[in-house]
């Protein structure tokens, strides 16, 4: 049984650097890509980026400018980085697996980890 | 703003069949790309329910059914059960975004 365990800082100033991390439990991590996700309160589903074994990447347009996905596979975790947030970026940020290796429409995410809320205040 | 767009509520009695649109257009679900499926419950991460347009992962009742159609999807409860009530959300990919769309998202009531 596959698991997802996320962590990182709970609380931001606008200005400064979102900094995440997932590991993976239970699973293989070279045969898949890894997303990460974000929901603010009340509202629904964002998709970030995703990123596959060998450190390719794939960004939503929205935040490209300002967003890094990176791996580790010898320790089998994922990061999110995302610079110069601001209260926009307040929401609960999501790591899940994507369904394949592949980049280009083929993918579904399970599992998702658990969550962490982040709010951006100064 | 999504470019799947879902109804924001929808309820039923127990027993009751629902469903739930999912409306998209010709770069996304009208591409042939595919439409996937997730239940979320109050206060938890988004668990996966189908699949590959109709596919049910291990574990979930086969009171959930979903299709496809030209640039929408359905998801469908048939004996709806009051452990379903939570929030509904259709996903696929978007060519003209390069990147996986998730539709607003609906809230299910059970009577």
């Known amino acids: 049984q596959v698991q997802l365990q996320q962590w990182g800082a709970g609380l931001l100033k606008p200005s400064e650097t979102l900094s995440l991390t997932c590991a993976v439990y239970?699973?293989?991590?070279?045969?898949?890509?890894w997303s990460w996700i974000r929901q603010p309160p009340g509202r629904g589903l964002e998709w970030i980026g995703e990123?596959?074994?060998?450190?390719?990447?794939n960004y939503i347009l929205s935040l490209k400018s300002r967003v890094t996905l990176s791996v580790d596979t010898s320790k089998k975790q994922f990061s999110l980085k995302l610079s110069s947030v601001t209260a926009a970026d307040t929401a609960v940020y999501y790591c899940?697996?994507?369904?394949?290796?592949?980049?280009?429409?083929?993918?579904?995410?399970?599992?998702w980890g658990q969550g962490i809320l982040v709010t951006v205040s100064s | 703003q999504s470019v799947l767009t879902q109804p924001p509520s929808v309820s039923g009695a127990p027993g009751q069949r629902v469903t739930i649109s999912c409306t998209g257009s010709?770069?996304?679900?009208?591409?042939?790309?595919?439409v996937h499926w997730y239940q979320q419950l109050p206060g938890t991460a988004p668990k996966l329910l189908i699949y590959?347009?109709?596919l049910r992962p291990s574990g979930v009742p086969d009171r959930f059914s979903a299709s496809k159609s030209d640039t929408s999807a359905s998801l469908a409860i048939t004996g709806l059960q009051a452990e379903d009530e939570a929030d509904y959300y259709c996903?696929?990919?978007?060519?003209?975004?390069?990147?996986?769309?998730f539709g607003t998202g609906t809230k299910a009531t059970v009577l």
């Open positions: 899940a697996r994507d369904s394949s290796d592949r980049f280009g429409g083929y993918n579904w995410f399970d599992p």
């Open positions: 239970g699973g293989s991590f070279s045969d898949y890509s």
């Open positions: 990123v596959n074994p060998r450190g390719g990447t």
């Open positions: 010709n770069s996304n679900i009208g591409a042939g790309y595919d």
């Open positions: 590959g347009n109709s």
């Open positions: 996903q696929c990919f978007d060519t003209d975004l390069f990147g996986y769309v």
